[in-house]
């Protein structure tokens, strides 16, 4: 299959790859008996949930309304909007619903939960309810000792909008190795069991339980009483994942097709038209040795030691090591970048160029809020 038909820079969805890094999750949750409802915040696109989902009718999570708006017209029925709710997003979240959507909502303080039940007395509704539970201390959530905890439970019980709990392991992603992930797994399933445990002591039970981040989604064991493991970048995979030990780059399946527009011989660096516009401006993580993405060939072979190390708006700079010169890559030799944060990369094109043994096919993304 050829890719020099293809306009540069683009972005590439290695098919095989896909179906692969979905089904070893699945088998990894199928191993302990757990729902998957899978993140598709990262490649926000209808195609690619449809490998995800199996069933568009499945559980999936979201990160934003327009996602939630697209997926539910594409046929996705039970949507975890994990993100904390906001008072002005009630109303689009009761029209989702009034539409044939269960849509899940999330918060971690009184005062959300006030709103959320002055909302639906109101309006006359119901609207399930998740309390975020902080695991590790990254990001949002309520401690599950947090006094706060029984207090929002009991005025959402009152008014029957109480489903259960939900966490998320951003702490996983400063992980030094495998075993570091493991235990932030099972720290992760610990702070949701103990908020459902200090629930249940006040006869509130929780119907959901739910866990994710990528890594401790695949490093995780046992996920016991845990009801549903949420993850997203699993599918695509990046150099994040890889960095950490999740996955080999190999494994990843989305990258930037560009080209060698240019050389600058004096300093052996060569120019590419492939810069921050198409690859993004995350350099991943502070123990990555690149910088805006891994190079590879034009067969997604990875070139060893050959990064992207600095880049423009539309000019991505890769400096050669003393083993090559710019005369080993012509002027309109096809690379592939491998992406540091798949997100962030493909938030930056429009859809993907999927390719698939000798078939290549157009997938749409879409963006905004």
């Given at each position: 299959?050829?890719?020099?038909?293809?306009q540069t820079p683009?972005?590439?969805?290695?098919?095989?790859?896909?179906?692969?890094?979905i089904?070893?999750?699945?088998?990894?949750?199928?191993?302990?008996?757990?729902?998957?409802?899978?993140?598709?915040?990262?490649?926000?696109s209808?195609?690619?949930?449809?490998y995800m989902?199996?069933?568009?009718?499945?559980?999936?999570t979201?990160?934003?309304?327009?996602?939630?708006r697209?997926?539910?017209?594409?046929?996705c029925?039970?949507?975890?909007?994990?993100v904390?709710?906001?008072?002005?997003?009630?109303?689009?979240?009761?029209d989702?619903?009034?539409?044939?959507?269960t849509?899940?909502?999330?918060?971690?303080?009184?005062?959300?939960a006030?709103?959320?039940?002055?909302?639906?007395?109101?309006?006359d509704c119901?609207?399930?309810?998740?309390i975020e539970?902080?695991?590790?201390?990254?990001?949002a959530g309520?401690?599950?000792?947090?006094?706060?905890?029984?207090?929002?439970a009991?005025?959402?019980?009152?008014a029957e909008?109480?489903?259960g709990?939900?966490?998320?392991?951003?702490?996983?992603?400063?992980?030094?190795?495998?075993?570091?992930i493991?235990?932030?797994?099972?720290?992760?399933?610990?702070a949701?069991?103990d908020a459902?445990?200090?629930?249940?002591?006040?006869?509130?039970?929780?119907?959901v339980i739910?866990?994710g981040?990528?890594p401790?989604?695949l490093?995780?064991?046992?996920?016991?009483?845990?009801?549903?493991?949420?993850?997203?970048?699993?599918?695509?995979m990046?150099?994040?994942?890889?960095?950490?030990?999740?996955c080999q780059?190999?494994?990843?399946a989305?990258?930037?097709?560009?080209?060698?527009i240019?050389?600058?011989?004096?300093?052996n660096?060569l120019?590419l038209?492939?810069?921050?516009?198409?690859?993004?401006?995350?350099?991943?993580l502070?123990?990555?040795?690149?910088?805006?993405?891994q190079?590879?060939?034009?067969?997604?072979?990875?070139?060893?030691?050959?990064?992207?190390?600095?880049a423009?708006?539309?000019?991505?700079?890769?400096?050669?090591?003393?083993t090559?010169?710019?005369?080993?890559?012509?002027?309109?030799t096809?690379?592939?970048?491998?992406?540091?944060?798949?997100?962030a990369t493909?938030?930056?094109?429009?859809?993907?160029?999927?390719?698939?043994?000798?078939?290549?096919?157009?997938?749409t993304r879409?963006?905004?809020?």
């Open positions: 299959m050829s890719l020099d038909s293809l683009c972005l590439l969805l290695d098919k095989q790859k896909l179906l692969n890094n089904n070893r999750l699945n088998k990894q949750l199928a191993r302990f008996n757990v729902t998957s409802r899978p993140h598709l915040k990262t490649l926000k209808v195609n690619a949930a449809q989902l199996g069933d568009l009718s499945a559980p999936c979201v990160s934003t309304l327009q996602e939630a697209q997926f539910a017209q594409a046929g029925k039970d949507i975890t909007y994990a904390g709710i906001s008072e002005h997003k009630l109303p689009e979240i009761l989702l619903q009034n539409q044939g959507i849509i899940h909502i999330l918060m971690d303080s009184f005062e959300q006030q709103f959320v039940h002055a909302f639906c007395r109101e309006n119901q609207l399930s309810c998740l539970i902080d695991c590790d201390g990254k990001r309520i401690k599950s000792d947090d006094p706060q905890l029984i207090a929002i009991k005025i959402l019980q009152s909008l109480f489903s709990v939900l966490t998320h392991a951003g702490g996983a992603y400063d992980c030094r190795s495998l075993d570091e493991r235990a932030m797994a099972q720290q992760e399933q610990a949701v069991r459902a445990s200090k629930l249940e002591r006040h006869q509130i039970s929780c119907d739910s866990v981040s990528t401790t989604a490093l995780g064991e046992g996920f016991d009483q845990v009801t549903e493991v949420r993850a997203g970048v699993y599918a695509s990046d150099l994040v994942m890889a960095d950490l030990g999740v780059p190999e494994d990843i989305l990258s930037v097709l560009t080209r060698v240019g050389h600058n011989q004096e300093k660096w120019i038209d492939a810069g921050w516009m198409a690859l993004s401006r995350d350099l991943g502070a123990s990555q040795p690149g910088g805006y993405g190079v590879c060939d034009e067969a997604g072979h990875v070139l060893p030691g050959l990064y992207v190390n600095s423009n708006q539309e000019h991505g700079i890769v400096v050669l090591p003393n090559l010169s710019t005369h080993d890559f012509a002027i309109g096809l690379l592939r970048i491998l992406p540091n944060h798949a997100c493909a938030a930056q094109h429009a859809g993907y160029q999927v390719i698939s043994d000798d078939e290549m096919d157009y997938w879409f963006g905004g809020w």
